[in-house]
């Protein structure tokens, strides 16, 4: 079965703020085995609105809608259901007593109004929906067997009532397919290739599993998406067709799910293993780091790093040869590895992971072609590096620099 999801404001196609609320949406309809069809945004206009209302129930059985339900008068949400609806606002005496009772308890510098009594109008046709954290009421309403559902736009206010009663109630009025995903994510080769690697595999996957490539700065994620019946069926079938690709690509897979980011798989190898790592960061300006101290328990593995993104920190902090400098560029191999093997040196480590490159837009301190990127490992073994070309987008150099470093460090930790 099918949903459909309206936001209404002109603040998101101004671009003034970013729609979350379809996202979280989404993924609580996924869950209980409703699909989203379409995801629609519209200006705070009646028209507007009444068109995105009937060209939805052509292709969904429930319709969620989100925003204008406020006190002022470009909030037109539920007037325009009154027209769509043929429908008339009647006051609810519950909701006009969660309303004052808010006012009375918690926003005590603000005198209510009628404006804000107004808020426990609703359509005399639908259900109205408690909304704990606000003045504005949901609303569930019918309509030629779709099911239409009104949200106010403030996202806290919206999630609890999508979980709380809005959920719940779609449980309980439709019978729901299973809908499984499981993301396997890979690193190290790009998606065609991936593609060629696993082609037969992919050709005879069962008819209700879907393979889904999603590519993004290094990494590709494969999405199996499986729907049916039975929970217990699809799970297996699913897990069958991923223990299929370990002979395929087995080097590549580093995780199951978009959770397990590879900063986490390599906290979870440092920790397990009792392995301690410093970082010395150049073109990355600290972005390794970052990843690392934003996930709990990085102090048990984690002892710290050198941002040393001019070159004289390189030499006096890190302590870089000047002639390795002057013979081989600051943006090389010998630099990359100097790098990590001396901060590793400097802060007592087992492991250390360093970068210098040339993310742009100017070259700096290097004559190194844009995109050029160097990141070395060191490790009770040794160091050795890599060289890349990352492309010349700034923000995108960096962002694939700190995947591929992570990706290194795993490959190197897995050896002992």
């Known amino acids: 079965m099918f949903a459909e999801i309206i936001t209404i404001g002109d603040e998101i196609l101004i671009g003034q703020i970013v729609d979350t609320n379809s996202v979280f949406i989404a993924k609580e309809l996924n869950k209980i085995g409703v699909s989203v069809y379409q995801i629609t945004s519209v200006q705070d206009d009646r028209l507007h609105i009444l068109e995105a209302l009937a060209a939805a129930k052509t292709r969904a059985q429930i319709v969620i809608v989100t925003g204008g339900l406020g006190p002022t008068k470009d909030d037109i949400t539920k007037h325009t259901f009154c027209e769509y609806f043929n429908d008339t606002l009647v006051r609810d005496e519950k909701v006009l007593a969660h309303v004052e009772n808010l006012f009375a308890k918690h926003i005590t510098n603000t005198k209510i109004s009628d404006v804000n009594r107004d808020q426990a109008l609703v359509l005399s046709k639908a259900t109205a929906l408690h909304n ?18 009104s949200l106010p736009g403030v996202p806290f206010e919206m999630k609890n009532l999508m979980r709380d009663q809005v959920i719940p109630r779609i449980m309980t009025a439709f019978k729901r397919p299973h809908i499984l995903h499981k993301t396997i994510v890979t690193y190290g080769l790009g998606e065609s290739a991936i593609a060629e690697k696993i082609q037969h595999w992919e050709t005879n996957l069962p008819s209700f599993i879907k393979l889904a490539y999603l590519p993004n700065l290094g990494k590709v994620r494969l999405r199996l998406t499986a729907k049916g019946g039975d929970k217990e069926l699809i799970a297996k079938a699913v897990d069958q067709e991923i223990q299929k690709l370990y002979p395929l690509i087995g080097d590549l897979i580093y995780g199951i799910e978009d959770d397990e980011t590879l900063e986490k798989v390599v906290a979870k190898l440092m920790t397990e293993k009792q392995f301690s790592l410093a970082t010395a960061e150049s073109c990355t300006g600290g972005e390794i780091a970052k990843k690392i101290t934003a996930l709990a328990g990085a102090s048990n593995y984690y002892k710290g790093g050198v941002v040393s ?7 006096e902090v890190l302590g870089v040869s000047e002639v390795v400098i002057a013979d081989h560029s600051v943006v090389s191999a010998q630099v990359a590895e100097a790098m990590a093997e001396n901060v590793k040196s400097l802060l007592k480590t087992d492991f250390a992971v360093a970068t210098t490159g040339n993310a742009g837009p100017s070259k700096g301190d290097s004559d190194a072609d844009l995109g050029t990127v160097y990141i070395a490992v060191a490790s009770p073994k040794g160091v050795f590096s890599e060289k890349f070309m990352m492309g010349n987008h700034r923000e995108r150099v960096v962002q694939k620099a700190v995947n591929k470093a992570f990706e290194m460090l795993r490959k190197e930790i897995l050896k002992f």
């Open 132 to 149: 704990q954290y606000g003045t504005a009421p949901g609303m569930w309403l019918q309509k030629e067997g779709v099911v239409y559902v």
């Open 309 to 315: 993104y001019a070159t004289q920190t390189k030499i």
